[in-house]
């Protein structure tokens, strides 16, 4: 059952990105960061939590996942650091998929070569 809440709630999320996509002049890369703010916010207010209670990898995984972790990495860090960390605590909770995504871009441009737009 969790794998069904899992798909479905990430599902939406796309469903959502494909029809912002095609219905508005939004560009991909605008959805995306939208995404990632509207994690952040919802994360911080704490509206995200349960979603990610209810749908687990559906809802962390996607970019709005990523903002909920920076909001979460930055709560975390100014109970335990203070002031300091909010600039830390967002790097902290995510460095791992940061590096992850850094480490894959470089591998993917060893193994392909890049070409011009005809």
């Given amino acids: 059952m969790e794998y069904l809440k899992a798909f479905l709630v990430g599902g939406l999320f796309c469903l ?16 995306l960061v939208s995404y990632v703010v509207l994690g952040v916010i919802l994360g911080g207010v ?11 990898a ?8 990523f903002g909920y972790n920076i ?13 300091l960390g909010i600039l830390t605590g967002g790097l902290k909770a995510t460095a791992g998929g940061i590096t992850a995504a850094i480490i894959a871009g470089l591998i993917a441009s060893f193994l ?7």
């Fill in 71 to 83: 909001a979460k990495g930055v709560k975390e860090a100014i109970q335990t650091d203070g002031f």
């Fill in 16 to 31: 959502i990105g494909q029809i912002l996509i095609d219905k508005t002049k939004l560009t991909p890369a605008r959805i």
């Fill in 58 to 65: 559906g809802a962390t995984v996607p970019l709005t996942g």
């Fill in 46 to 56: 704490g509206l995200y939590e349960p979603l990610v209670e209810f749908a687990g």
């Fill in 112 to 118: 392909f070569k890049a070409k011009d737009k005809a």
